[in-house]
């Protein structure tokens, strides 16, 4: 990789070669995240190993989140275009706490079917950072990553939302994940089947708004698409590290010493700690 040293900052990657499915890459984001964002794009075009066909920038409307994609060959996409609804509509706050853009996130995510060209579509999120290699598609199967987190609220919504249990012991809340249209589209119906209204409706009326993270869009689709279309997948560890981001400069100056470990950064915005 090359990078900046003095900077501490991305330059434009080599890609290495490609193979697999081509796909479309859907990053929601917004203002707050614009200094992780460079690094997001980076790590996804130096570390994909699939052709990548658009890098989709999904945001409200933002003069600098426009300029950067002008400037780096993303297409951006007003979040208000996205859905039939927008944050405004969504009441979901906890304590004080107002969550409907985290919820709205996650409905873009869910809506790549009807945004993307290509039939695969690979979200991240715009604070988690690929350091090393990967591929999502292996002989055939989906590549899904795991993790160690188990947050109840989200396997209550979706045995709620779709009337089925979950069928995995891990969690698919890695801050990315590999989906496929045609297989968002199943999920879709399915649900508007069971609940009689709009997918997104139904999402609304299924989130547990006594908890701060009451629906996981990851969890929802990794935990269906086992349920539906056995033998499909691959599971794998996700090896990740949080940084504060205060330290994303500096942290990136001993990337590739990291990327002997980990997978992949993630820079939370409301993680303190090291």
């Given amino acids: 990789p090359r990078f900046d040293r003095k900077g501490g900052r991305p330059v434009q990657p080599l890609r290495s070669g490609s193979s697999g499915p081509a796909i479309d890459i859907v990053i929601p984001t917004v203002r707050k995240d614009l200094d992780v964002l460079p690094y997001v794009v980076y790590g996804a075009k130096k570390n994909i190993g699939h052709p990548i066909q658009n890098v989709y920038i999904v945001?409200?409307?933002?003069h600098?989140?426009?300029s950067y994609c002008r400037k780096h060959g993303c297409t951006f996409v007003d979040e208000t275009t996205i859905l039939p609804i927008t944050k405004r509509e969504i009441d979901y706050s906890v304590n004080g706490i107002d969550r409907s853009g985290w919820?709205?996130?996650q409905l873009i995510k869910l809506s790549g079917d009807v945004l993307c060209e290509r039939e695969h579509y690979l979200v991240i999120d715009s604070d988690t950072v690929f350091i090393r290699p990967n591929r999502f598609v292996r002989n055939g199967k989906t590549?899904?990553?795991t993790c160690d987190e188990y947050h109840l609220p989200y396997f209550q919504a979706y045995e709620k939302l779709t009337g089925l249990k979950?069928?995995?012991a891990k969690s698919f809340c890695t801050h990315y994940m590999l989906f496929e249209k045609?297989?968002?589209a199943a999920l879709k119906k399915h649900i508007e089947d069971r609940w009689r209204t709009d997918w997104h409706q139904a999402i609304l009326q299924c989130v547990d708004r006594t908890d701060t993270s009451g629906f996981a869009d990851y969890e929802t689709y990794g935990n269906f698409v086992l349920s539906a279309y056995p033998g499909?997948?691959?599971l794998a560890y996700w090896h990740n590290r949080s940084v504060r981001?205060?330290?994303?400069?500096?942290?990136?100056?001993n990337v590739e010493t990291l990327a002997k470990t980990y997978n992949t950064l993630s820079f939370h915005s409301w993680n303190d700690r090291w």
Avoid at 59 to 62: E, K, L, R, S, T
Avoid at 245 to 253: C, D, E, G, H
């Fill in 143 to 145: 590549v899904f990553h």
């Fill in 182 to 184: 045609s297989k968002v």
């Fill in 64 to 66: 600098a989140i426009r």
């Fill in 245 to 253: 981001r205060p330290l994303l400069k500096q942290t990136w100056r």
């Fill in 59 to 62: 945001a409200p409307h933002d």
């Fill in 166 to 168: 979950p069928v995995s």
């Fill in 232 to 234: 499909q997948t691959e």
């Fill in 103 to 105: 919820l709205l996130q």
